[in-house]
């Protein structure tokens, strides 16, 4: 679910949360005090727990800080022509699909007519 999408993307992008770390304290999740495990810097099983009571530069030691809107930012900016290309090629085979269902419901329509 959601949570399984949230680590793969701070996984992925090396961030945590949506602005930056502390975002995590406003969740139920976290009891005011944790982030999720797939903020921390390595794979350790329990590495977020604490690590919103400890000041900034000891957190950074531990977790990836920045938010992953920038990042995912970023990424999308970089990679814009490609996903406005993937954009344009979905909308043409959508609108190919629309052609195809019009002639077949037109010759459906005729034959229905002939008989």
């Given amino acids: 679910g959601v949570t399984h999408t949230w680590d793969g993307i701070q996984h992925e992008l090396n961030c945590c949360g949506t602005e930056e770390y502390q975002d995590w304290s406003n969740v139920t999740f976290s009891s005011g005090s944790d982030v999720p495990d797939s903020c921390c810097l390595s794979d350790v ?8 009571s400890l000041p900034q530069s000891e957190a950074a030691m531990k977790i990836h800080t ?7 930012s970023v990424k999308i900016k ?12 979905i909308g043409f085979l959508q609108l190919i699909g629309m ?6 419901a037109n010759t459906i329509k005729k ?5």
Wanted: aromatic share 10%; net charge negative; glycine share 22%.
């Fill in 45 to 52: 099983v329990g590495c977020g727990l604490g690590v919103l």
């Fill in 78 to 89: 970089s990679n814009i022509g490609a996903v406005g290309g993937l954009g344009i090629v």
């Fill in 99 to 104: 052609i195809f269902a019009l002639y077949l």
């Fill in 66 to 72: 920045e938010g992953c809107l920038d990042i995912f």
């Fill in 111 to 115: 034959e229905y007519e002939t008989v």
